[in-house]
């Protein structure tokens, strides 16, 4: 897909969720499950990895309204974060939150980032996977690969398709019949798409919880509740209840994913 029609598709969308949600933590995700376990993933994550915070930096590409970072401010006073997002719509809220210490731009991650400086800790929100070209996305990793400082770290959150094979067979032999598709504004990443950090100097460690840790929650909410449910049911109190009764991260059912890469010195 060229990137004029990428980019039209990407806009009227968020120009949607802009006008929808403004500063609202359910902008770009409607489901607070997953937007608390991603908040918590860059959270416990910096903590297991920041040395000196005063003296450190971080970088959110595709920022959206900024929820993340005012996030981050809270808990993490004295780091020095920056964001940019492609939509300038969310630029705009985002900038309205008027966050101590941070600088919020509008910018593209398919094009050079050299001019924002070089970070400690960079961080991606399902914003790769809003670039609708492989190509595209291969340029996005190596240009976020180039302005992560040696010994630094790139952490994302990012929907993957070797899981929704998984959860779409385990749908199947449930005979229900719709999949999960990626929705129009995503091209979901391949494992084999991560070599381009590797051959950008970034190896994968271990970050403070398990890349699958969403697994257990998308069973539930994509297969059991669709089996128990009755038509116009309410699935709230279900998937609290067994998000609560089960434990996270069983199986590879869960498109989205929790990385952390660092990169060699």
């Known amino acids: 897909m060229s990137s004029g029609i990428g980019d039209q598709i990407i ?15 359910q902008s770009t995700l409607g ?15 910096l903590k297991l990895l920041l040395k000196d915070e005063s003296s ?26 920056s964001g940019m997002d492609f939509h300038p719509e969310l ?9 101590d210490n941070c600088t919020i731009s509008q910018g593209d991650m398919r094009k050079d980032l050299s001019s924002y400086g070089q970070f400690d800790f960079v961080l991606t929100e399902r914003s790769v996977i809003n670039l609708l070209s492989i190509e595209e996305q291969y340029s996005a990793f190596t240009n976020i690969s180039k302005i992560i400082k040696p010994g630094g770290y790139y952490l994302f959150s990012e929907s993957f398709e070797e899981p929704r094979a998984n959860i779409n067979r385990a749908r ?10 990626p929705s129009k504004h995503n091209l979901w990443l391949r494992e084999e798409d991560l070599e381009v950090l590797k051959e950008n100097g970034l190896r ?9 840790h969403l697994s ?19 699935a709230s109190e279900f998937q609290n209840f067994f998000n609560l009764a089960l434990p996270a991260a069983i199986g590879n059912y869960s498109p989205i994913l929790f990385r952390a890469f660092v990169k060699s010195k």
């Open 216 to 234: 257990t929650h998308f069973y539930i909410t994509r297969i059991l509740h669709s089996i128990a449910l009755p038509k116009g049911g309410e």
């Open 172 to 181: 199947k032999q449930m005979k229900l019949a719709q999949d999960v598709n």
């Open 204 to 212: 994968e460690i271990e970050a403070a919880c398990k890349p699958n």
């Open 56 to 81: 450190q930096s971080l970088f959110d590409i595709g920022c959206g309204n900024a929820h993340l970072l005012s996030c981050l401010r809270a808990l993490f006073p004295t780091l020095k974060l």
């Open 11 to 25: 806009i009227e969308h968020y120009n949607k969720v802009a006008e929808r949600f403004g500063l609202s933590p």
């Open 91 to 99: 630029v705009k809220l985002a900038a309205s939150r008027e966050i």
């Open 31 to 45: 489901d607070q499950y997953i937007r608390n376990a991603e908040i918590s993933f860059f959270i416990d994550t």
